[in-house]
């Protein structure tokens, strides 16, 4: 009976200490991160990270809404913590500030798919430099293939089609430029094109791209352009 | 300032006084009939939502081998049923059989007659009502975006509202409390009611709030997702085996001291082994060294709980071949025991640099919600239904199949994770091993997954046959338990 007072208390301190080491220190110190500004003389010439708008921002409620996140990370680590860049999936660790922007981050639980941090880059790659059996560039064309289905581009991969993102129309007249280079169930007069969902799912992936150098990263490709940046707020 | 509290008429082991025990006895029968309504209530809630859990779990499992399986439907694909599968897991089975066991062990052991139950069971529809609109969303492509925390915020709102009413019955229960010292499963239990509007709340609440700018949103949801488990799920977990072994086998604890050892060091370092989840990632390094840290004070409870209960346990062992109560029981005992060994060496850095990203975090997660409390709660509830619905259950070879169907089906379910884990680590952290070889060499730990899951989903069918039947009363008469086989005296010291 009068013992319930050491026992609240304990509860309740409990709390305490878990809310302020876990999330309200952390909170005062990197909760005032600002994107990177580079000014040369007195102009402004660089910011980033920048606010995803339009369809990439319609193309990352996609993602979101279809949990590509239980699979795909969006966090490229350090060599310590794994083979991230050595596989080609990105040329530095990303950091808090990356993510300003996003609401919220998909850093990812599990790797059943490749990190997509920098899928949007012309230089990420999923295989060993010098691979021949490396796949075409990742392009739109590539993305909207291999959303609809995945094995007809890689041939091991175990992730879902996601053909509710496109629709079966009957060809009139010419072929629609976005017509996938598919043969659609429905027969030979019949086009398999991407809905606009699909289209912003695309575009999203294709600007992500986390390869800016930012000063408080060390990237062995961009060091000279990271050391150039001035400090800035 | 530590509770430890000599607690001699805790777990009442009956005595051979027969006045007072009859007393006792038509008191807990009067509590026990206050508490039937909300506990049922949220036992056949918490069943229905295992059930539909392991559908969800099977899908989302075959996907993973098969993925043309259900590929086409936009709210059966992987992204969408795998969240669903959680949140029903953790919401919908575990809370809720945690709320029931935990609002009649606070009933039994404060011996406090419930009133009002019908406000309990309005909590329930709320935190129901909310949770299916929830999980609805989640397959129709309405989540939160943040792992652990899918939940749309207007779900999450109505499940609190419900669970704020079962927080205020539990707070109450304990308020008219007639027992003297509390025992040490009231403790864990009263910790538990708390943490979880805690960090529930606060975990879905800062999704919301501005001025939480990028990473801090995934730091809070795993603080919070994380903090359910471990103090949450736990909490009621440890309650319910501290108050079960003891009671079945007729003996007091061994040692209120170690018990209440055990409780501080969990209740302070628990909810600080969070960031694990984010070891590696793009957060201040210092958050992971303190989950490590916490991770390594917890061996202080992990010692003294596991010490307690294996030595009150003593000699009593051949009680696993009787009670069914006892083998579910004991059996998450031991396992949170393990659990929490596998999830302190998976916080170690080395061994995070090497698991982080595959299913065997995921692993100890499991080990936790199935090996631990999801056995823990089997046995608690084999034990109260009876008590509740005044027959005993129908047949000890179903209690029996749905052991060895959750035994070795969930047994199966963690080792290949566990191991499949290490595997798609090691051949990820292999730089020469390309990615498409990395996934497609994991096919035999995919495919070992479901068939562990297919084995679990038939114990666990069989479970929720069982207890259809006790909810229409039927089952053998009261008074004898059902038991694996009969105790025999010359055993009973």
Known sequence: ?233 | MTAAAPAPTAPAPSGSAPAPNRALALERARIDKSTSGPVLFFFGSAVLWLLAGTLLGLIAAIQLHSPAFLAGFSFMTYGRVWPAYQQTLIYGWASQAGIGVGLWLLSRLCRVEMKFGGVLIVAGLFWNIGLSVGVLQLVCGVTSGVVGMELSGGAAGIMFIGYALVALWAAMIYGFRRQGPSYVSVWYLLAAFLWLPWAFGLGYLAQHLPGLQGVLKNVIASWASHSLVTMWITGVGLAAAYYLIPKVINRPIFSYNLASIGFWSWLIFGGLTSMVRLSGGPIPAWLVTVSIAAHILLIVQIVTVTANLVLTMQDQYHMVYHSPTIRFTFFGAISFSLASVVSLLMSLRSVDGLVHFTDATYAVDLMFIFAFFSMAMFGAIYYIMPRLVGCEWLSASMISLHFWGAAYGGGMVILVLLFGGLYHGATMSDPETLFSQVIESYYPFHVGRTIGLVILALGQLIFGLHFLLMLLRIGQPGGQATLFAPIQEDFHS
């Open chain 1, 1 to 233: 009976m009068n013992r319930s007072m050491p026992l609240f208390t304990g509860v309740i301190g409990s709390f305490a200490i878990s809310l302020a080491a876990i999330v309200l220190v952390p909170k005062s110190q990197i909760g005032a991160l600002q994107p990177q500004i580079t000014e040369d003389e007195g102009k402004i010439t660089d910011i980033f990270p920048i606010e995803n708008r339009g369809i990439a921002e319609k193309g990352r409620a996609i993602y979101a809404a279809n949990g590509c996140y239980y699979c795909h990370s969006q966090q490229v680590r350090d060599p310590q913590n794994g083979t991230d860049l050595v596989r080609g999936w990105g040329e530095r660790r990303t950091v808090a500030r990356d993510y300003l922007f996003e609401e919220p981050p998909f850093l990812g639980a599990n790797r059943f798919g490749p990190d997509l941090s920098n899928v949007g880059s012309a230089k990420w790659r999923n295989e060993p430099e010098g691979e021949t059996r490396k796949p075409a560039r990742r392009d739109a064309a590539w993305h909207l293939l291999h959303l609809y289905y995945p094995r007809a581009v890689i041939t091991q991969s175990i992730m879902p089609s996601y053909r509710y993102l496109f629709e079966q129309r009957k060809v009139s007249g010419q072929r629609s430029v976005d017509a996938l280079p598919v043969v659609a169930p429905k027969g030979a007069d019949y086009e398999i094109v991407p809905k606009a969902e699909a289209k912003a799912l695309v575009g999203y992936l294709l600007t992500l791209d986390r390869s800016h150098p930012l000063q408080e990263v060390k990237s062995a490709a961009a060091a000279p352009a990271a050391a150039a940046v001035p400090a800035a707020k």
